[in-house]
């Protein structure tokens, strides 16, 4: 597995010595990640500081989440709480994202699942992208659909409490077969058929707080249940080219955000100092993801 170990060219005096300096990726791993569909990265993401403060803006978050919702259900929390662009727009994240998209860079989801220690629930095997393009080519939310997803750890993530297992080189343009499985004990209610899935390939990927992996949008990944004492929690942020249309008129639901650069495929882009809490709850009824 390649990783991050390979220190990235500098690209101004003293870069070398500043690990959150551009490029924060070097050829080797930009080449690894579109080979293998993933990436694993084993240093800090964010600066420890702000790392803390999101994890205490997250805690926060969770202590005042209703009873009644499932800690894995935070999805885009960032439609009700514009403090979240404060880590969504950060330097650190998007030089980690710019290698793999190019400078202009749009904001399309992001998510915290948080799988509770003891009963946190089963992610099944999936493509991200199946939840976006759905049955109907023509209907697809992105054209073309191409996503970088970075999943920061917030808490320490590891087989024993169900971290993100990937098959790496599954990244092709064809969605596979899916089928239901019981909610009650996974986080999607579908999942791709298990003839489709050889697990002898699988990778865990075991991350630290602060570290993170990225994953193709059409990569095959999932995770085990959390049966152990420890909570398991990651945030996913996930991102486009300004070259990939967001089809607006068909999902009014949804909304993305410019975060680096320019438009170039003639976008509509919210505002992030705005909170959208009507979307939010339109989605919830509706049972609409962003993942």
């Given at each position: 597995?390649?990783?991050?170990?390979?220190?990235?060219?500098?690209?101004?005096?003293?870069?070398?010595?500043?690990?959150?300096?551009?490029?924060?990726?070097?050829?080797?791993?930009?080449?690894?990640?579109?080979?293998?569909?993933?990436?694993?990265?084993?240093?800090?993401v964010l600066r420890p500081s702000e790392f803390d403060a999101l994890k205490e803006h997250?805690?926060?978050?969770?202590?005042?989440?209703?009873?009644?919702?499932?800690?894995?259900?935070?999805?885009?929390?960032h439609f009700s709480d514009p403090a979240l662009f404060h880590w969504l727009f950060s330097r650190a994240v998007l030089d980690l994202v710019e290698p793999l998209l190019g400078p202009d860079i749009a904001l399309f989801s992001s998510h915290f699942i948080c799988k509770p220690g003891g009963h946190g629930k089963r992610?099944?095997?999936?493509?991200?992208?199946?939840?976006?393009?759905?049955?109907?080519?023509?209907?697809?939310?992105?054209?073309?659909?191409?996503?970088?997803t970075l999943w920061l750890a917030i808490d320490p993530s590891t087989k024993l409490n169900g971290c993100m297992n990937v098959i790496p080189r599954t990244h092709g343009d064809n969605p596979g077969e899916y089928e239901p499985v019981d909610p009650q004990t996974n986080v999607f209610d579908?999942?791709?058929?298990?003839?489709?899935?050889?697990?002898?390939?699988?990778?865990?990927?075991?991350?630290?707080?602060?570290?993170?992996?990225?994953?193709d949008g059409r990569l095959i990944h999932g995770s085990d249940a959390n049966t152990s004492s420890r909570r398991r929690c990651g945030y996913t942020m996930r991102y486009i080219s300004t070259r990939v249309k967001f089809r607006h008129e068909r999902h009014p639901w949804h909304q993305i955000y410019l975060a680096r650069g320019q438009d170039r495929a003639g976008n509509q882009y919210a505002?992030?100092?705005r909170a959208y809490p009507e979307l939010a709850r339109y989605r919830e009824v509706s049972k609409k993801t962003g993942h």
């Open positions: 597995m390649v990783n991050d170990t390979a220190s990235p060219p500098a690209n101004r005096a003293g870069a070398r010595d500043d690990p959150f300096a551009q490029p924060r990726l070097g050829q080797p791993q930009t080449d690894f990640y579109r080979r293998e569909g993933y990436l694993k990265y084993e240093r800090n997250f805690e926060g978050k969770l202590s005042r989440l209703p009873s009644q919702v499932r800690p894995e259900a935070m999805d885009v929390p992610v099944p095997w999936h493509e991200d992208f199946f939840y976006w393009k759905g049955a109907d080519p023509d209907g697809a939310m992105l054209a073309p659909l191409e996503v970088v579908r999942e791709l058929r298990r003839f489709q899935i050889d697990e002898s390939r699988k990778v865990a990927l075991e991350l630290s707080p602060n570290q993170a992996s990225l994953h505002d992030p100092n």
